[in-house]
């Protein structure tokens, strides 16, 4: 797996090497997320690293793995492109969000059982952030997040503990109240319901009126 060609700080190389030890042959273990995000964090807190990926995601590549091979990868993001992505989480993996430019909100939302009459299925948000650069966010597996770029300059990496191509993701699309269940390999849904937002509904923001209509699929 190869890094981006522009000059690269050696601290970034040092980040790389480090995660991909902290990961080893199963980054599901307990602690492996939270691990990676604290080597993240301080190496973003170094000016250059925070400039290196602000170049490096100008053509939003896949900075380090890939979306189809297996293993640890991380994908730079211009959010303000992308626009905003509805709550859906990684399947059976962690997520891990590091702001490297701009501000970005990030809710998280977790499922909270069935409603028995209707069948639909309910999530309730847990919290909301306002990731600034150098930041860095956690979604455990099952945590759904959902990210709005709050300035046109929002760049963002997004690291996953496997290939996408593998996962199925939870989905919910919050203008319509559909549920579904996306495969990144088949790349389209493979299953489909009905959700709510169940909770204190002054916490849980509006969605925009457009969603995720730009997110490259």
């Given at each position: 797996?190869?890094?981006?060609?522009?000059?690269?700080?050696?601290?970034?190389?040092?980040?790389?090497?480090?995660?991909?030890?902290?990961?080893?042959?199963?980054?599901?273990?307990?602690?492996?997320?939270?691990?990676?995000?604290?080597?993240?964090?301080?190496?973003?807190?170094?000016?250059?690293?925070?400039?290196?990926?602000?170049?490096?995601?100008?053509?939003?590549?896949?900075?380090?793995?890939?979306?189809?091979?297996?293993?640890?990868?991380?994908?730079?993001?211009?959010?303000?492109?992308?626009?905003?992505?509805?709550?859906?989480?990684?399947?059976?993996c962690w997520a891990i969000n590091v702001q490297v430019a701009g501000k970005l909100?990030?809710?998280?939302?977790?499922?909270?059982?069935?409603?028995?009459?209707?069948?639909?299925?309910?999530?309730?948000?847990?919290?909301?952030?306002?990731?600034?650069?150098?930041?860095?966010?956690?979604?455990?597996?099952?945590?759904?997040?959902?990210?709005?770029?709050?300035?046109?300059?929002?760049?963002?990496?997004?690291?996953?503990?496997?290939?996408?191509?593998?996962?199925?993701?939870?989905?919910?699309?919050?203008?319509?109240?559909?549920?579904?269940?996306?495969?990144?390999?088949?790349?389209?849904?493979?299953?489909?319901?009905?959700?709510e937002v169940v909770g204190e509904a002054g916490l849980n923001a509006a969605p925009?009126?457009?969603?995720?209509?730009?997110?490259?699929?």
């Amino acid at each position: 797996m190869n890094a981006p060609a522009n000059t690269q700080p050696p601290a970034v190389q040092a980040m790389l090497d480090e995660m991909l030890r902290i990961a080893g042959d199963d980054a599901h273990r307990p602690g492996v997320m939270e691990a990676l995000a604290d080597v993240m964090r301080n190496a973003v807190a170094k000016p250059e690293v925070l400039k290196y990926f602000q170049d490096a995601t100008s053509d939003n590549p896949d900075l380090y793995g890939s979306m189809k091979d297996p293993g640890l990868g991380i994908m730079g993001v211009h959010s303000a492109k992308i626009g905003y992505r509805e709550p859906h989480d990684h399947g059976n993996c962690w997520a891990i969000n590091v702001q490297v430019a701009g501000k970005l909100r990030l809710v998280h939302w977790t499922q909270d059982g069935t409603d028995p009459a209707t069948g639909k299925t309910r999530i309730r948000k847990i919290d909301e952030v306002l990731m600034g650069p150098g930041d860095v966010d956690c979604s455990p597996p099952g945590v759904a997040h959902e990210l709005y770029p709050e300035t046109d300059d929002s760049i963002e990496l997004a690291v996953r503990c496997h290939s996408l191509a593998s996962i199925i993701q939870n989905r919910y699309d919050r203008n319509n109240g559909v549920h579904i269940h996306w495969s990144w390999g088949q790349k389209k849904a493979i299953d489909s319901g009905a959700f709510e937002v169940v909770g204190e509904a002054g916490l849980n923001a509006a969605p925009p009126g457009e969603a995720m209509t730009a997110r490259v699929k």
